[in-house]
């Protein structure tokens, strides 16, 4: 049987790390921009992570969240048959990571400052506002050298990089860290505590055909199961992960 991994926040903080998570790999995708598709998602991710940065505590809660982890990884390190110098690497890589974004302050600013992208976002308010009549500067940009344009979207998301590299490793080191327990859903229904757990992982198996979904918060989260195919739920096996973020 094959299994989904599905993940849900239960805090704030961490449903943006997973939002800026995915947007960031969106980003990536549509980097190429060698369809006129690619660059309207482009434009629209690029704005879209901007917004999320402009609305939260990233820079805070990244250096909490790095900071506490050096600490596990410190922890760790200390502790008989483990391997030192892979944690001790990971240390050296959190440590770096917390420097480069204790002097980021704010990452949006070039952006705003950018007369290009200030018209391009003010026109993707606008449906299909992109147009190449209504952005013609824009449309001579994109058809400029490709090592130009290149050039060009490196400017625009080097400021980013930090806060993807932290977003990423603190993620998988979150990931690695949970505490896993066989539940049944009682006709595709189950109610847990979460113990301090920020980021919950449901495993289960494609054969039941069916999507949790969750509600909750830091002490405690409800899952109640849907089926794709409009089944009545029965009983489901599923694994839950509960990853501590502080």
């Not at 299994?3 to 800026?20: M, S």
């Not at 879209?48 to 250096?63: M, N, T």
Request: charged letters at 25%.
């Amino acid at each position: 049987m094959a299994a989904l991994i599905f993940e849900h926040p239960l805090n704030e903080k961490v449903r943006n790390y997973l939002r800026l998570e995915q947007l960031f790999e969106q980003l990536m995708l549509a980097k190429p921009l060698q369809h006129p598709l690619q660059q309207q998602q482009f434009f629209r991710i690029l704005f879209e992570v901007a917004e999320v940065l402009e609305r939260c505590e990233w820079r805070s809660d990244l250096l909490k969240d790095l900071a506490t982890q050096t600490e596990k990884l410190d922890q760790w390190a200390s502790m008989p048959n483990v391997d030192t110098s892979k944690i001790e690497q990971l240390i050296l890589e959190v440590k770096s990571l917390s420097v480069a974004i204790s002097k980021h302050v704010r990452v949006t600013d070039h952006l705003k400052n950018d007369r290009l992208l200030a018209s391009i976002r003010q026109r993707l308010a606008l449906p299909g506002g992109n147009s190449s009549f209504d952005l013609p500067y824009l449309h001579y940009r994109l058809n400029q050298p490709p090592s130009q344009l290149r050039a060009q979207v490196e400017g625009w998301l080097q400021p980013f990089q930090m806060v993807v590299e932290a977003i990423k490793q603190l993620l998988k080191l979150v990931r690695e860290q949970h505490q896993a327990i066989e539940v049944i859903a009682n006709k595709g229904f189950y109610q847990g505590v979460a113990q301090h757990c920020g980021l919950l992982r449901i495993e289960v198996d494609t054969d039941y055909q069916a999507y949790p979904t969750v509600s909750g918060h830091k002490h405690r989260f409800a899952i109640k199961f849907i089926s794709a195919a409009n089944l009545e739920i029965d009983n489901i096996h599923c694994r839950l992960y509960c990853c501590k973020i502080n």
